[in-house]
């Protein structure tokens, strides 16, 4: 027997809205600071940013670059 879809959702809220003491979060989730695992993850986050803010620093180097030469080449050729 098929629910309709106004009970479904009433069930679902009531499923979700009841279990809520059975939702644990892991200690870096729940924000323990001292635990080794939170900084360990926050090293990593801090790494991979300084890896993603380098590569994106380089691709805008390379286009800035890029614009310069084109530029440099225009006027050369006697162009505006």
């Known amino acids: 027997m098929k629910m309709p879809s106004g009970s479904r959702t009433v069930f679902l809220f009531l ?20 635990d080794p695992a939170t900084n360990g993850m926050n090293v990593a986050i801090f790494t991979l940013l300084g890896v993603t803010g380098s590569v994106l620093a380089a691709f805008v180097a390379f286009f800035l670059r890029l614009r310069k030469l084109s530029r440099s080449a225009a006027t050369e050729r006697g162009e505006s």
Not at 20 to 30: D, K, L, M, R, T
């Open 15 to 34: 499923l979700v809205f009841l279990s809520q003491s059975y939702a644990v979060s892991c200690p870096v989730c729940f924000g323990a600071l001292d």
